[in-house]
């Protein structure tokens, strides 16, 4: 699909990830006018750089979300009225993979123990018996994407075990065996460690449920980067309080930001984190890149990167 690009506008709903000011000037090198602009100035423009949908999007020609999930687009509305849509993929890998090191370091190594003493001066040194290293521990990676594949090759160079679980089963570079869905709970029982890293779409939906945590060592630990409604929450709030499972790590969930009533607010061994695994410095940049790149696509009649509808 052609069309004339020549005003792209950076919607202001990008601001809790990072100034839309920023990327409106890092891609002012372009040969289009490139603005941040407000839901009023939509119709205004060709292509829109967003985090959130507008029902304003189905009028113009290309939108490109700074995430990778897609789950808050209309897709086949969008498709319906010949709108492209791009997304972020393969830009987060390193940096929800350094997230997710950080999570199993915490548990490990009782960091998070050590900040919530602090936080009320308690010079409590944990049993002699708590802490452990990496090395030698295995982690399931519920999801071989680019999220998956990041994940893996941090937690690899960590000296951690990784399995994957994806549709097929089919090998993937960065991990030791995979299974596919269908063979999940045999997949996270006795490993140390389950990593969700999956979009939401209808397949994903509560995916995770007792059934797995059933399965789980009760030793183990959680921990979802993914998206929030891949996970039945309740199922793993009762396998938390019933010890089914040791903790978990939650960068995302059901419903966000989390209710303050919500239990895992005062649970020992959880770890909560505002939806903010990619965070970088450079995600304007990463960002931004993809976009430059898809403009001179355009120009050239090529392909778009990252193209989901």
């Given at each position: 699909m052609q069309f004339e690009l020549e005003r792209v506008g950076v919607h202001e709903s990008v601001d809790p990830v990072f100034p839309a000011s920023e990327l409106s000037s890092y891609l002012s090198d372009l040969p289009v006018d490139v603005d941040v602009i407000g839901d009023d100035e939509?119709?205004?423009c060709d292509a829109v750089v967003t985090l959130e949908h507008r029902e304003a999007f189905l009028e113009i020609d290309w939108v490109h979300?700074?995430?990778?999930?897609v789950?808050?687009?209309?897709l086949d509305a969008l498709g319906a009225n010949d709108v492209i849509l791009t997304n972020s993929t393969g830009i987060h890998?390193?940096?929800v993979g350094e997230t997710v090191a950080g999570y199993l370091l915490a548990f490990s190594r009782r960091l998070h123990e050590h900040v919530a003493n602090g936080t009320e001066r308690r010079w409590d040194k944990p049993a002699w018996d708590d802490a452990f290293t990496l090395p030698g521990t295995s982690a399931c990676v519920v999801g071989t994407g680019a999220l998956g594949s990041g994940v893996a090759d941090v937690l690899g160079a960590?000296?951690?075990s990784v399995t994957g679980v994806r549709r097929s089963g089919?090998?993937?570079?960065?991990?030791?065996?995979?299974?596919?869905n269908d063979d999940l709970l045999e997949a996270v029982a006795d490993v140390e460690f389950v990593i969700v890293t999956l979009p939401l779409t209808d397949e994903t939906h509560h995916l995770i449920d007792a059934d797995v945590f059933e399965a789980m060592d009760e030793g183990a630990r959680f921990v979802n980067v993914g998206r929030g409604p891949v996970v039945d929450q309740d199922a793993?709030?009762?396998a938390l309080e019933s010890n089914s499972i040791a903790g978990a790590a939650l960068d995302v969930f059901e419903t966000e930001p989390l209710p303050e009533e919500s239990p895992l607010w005062g649970m020992d061994e959880v770890i909560v984190t505002p939806h903010c695994a990619a965070f970088t410095e450079d995600y304007f940049r990463d960002t931004g890149d993809i976009v430059r790149e898809n403009v001179d696509r355009l120009e050239s009649g090529e392909a778009f990167h990252n193209r989901i509808v």
């Open positions: 939509i119709a205004a979300s700074i995430q990778a999930g789950d808050r687009f209309p890998d390193r940096t960590l000296g951690v089919d090998p993937v570079p960065g991990f030791e065996e995979v299974y596919a793993l709030i009762s």
